[in-house]
């Protein structure tokens, strides 16, 4: 039996907003509902509603600048930095920048369309 696993065609979320998510190990990915991992690309002005997951998420910066608006507060991450934010907490995460942003989300468990209590 494999004690391992090699993504080499990871689910492409479907957006109508531009945004490039790539999940290679979560719910829609792999059935795992411990951890989602999705390398994504957030376009120019790209945001999203205010949100409070039920999970915790971590993101890193490989390329670009992304900001997240946490309790009322922003902050602006660049390449090479990370950030975890802890499950029930209100973010919004946008890209009010004039480059792409490339990153990796890891979600723990994993992402749940369910759990993320976005505003409307």
Same mark, same amino acid.
């Given at each position: ?16 907003? @531009? &945004? ?5 190990? #979560?719910? $829609? ?6 951890? =989602? +991992? ?25 390329? @670009? &600048? ?5 309790? #009322?507060? $922003? ?6 930095? =990370? +950030? ?35 505003? $409307?």
């Amino acid at each position: 039996m494999k004690k391992y696993f090699v993504q080499k065609s990871p689910f492409v979320v479907p957006t109508d907003d @531009g &945004k490039l998510i790539e999940e290679h190990h #979560g719910m $829609a990915s792999t059935q795992n509902a411990n951890v =989602s +991992i999705a390398h994504m690309i957030a376009p120019p002005h790209w945001s999203e509603p205010f949100q409070t997951p039920e999970f915790d998420e971590y993101t890193y910066i490989i390329k @670009g &600048k992304k900001q997240f608006i946490i309790e #009322g507060e $922003a902050i602006i991450l660049e390449s090479g930095q =990370s +950030i975890h934010i802890l499950k029930n907490t209100r973010v919004q995460y946008s890209n009010p920048f004039e480059e792409p942003c490339e990153y990796l989300a890891v979600c723990l468990p994993a992402f749940d369309f369910n759990k993320v209590h976005r505003e $409307a």
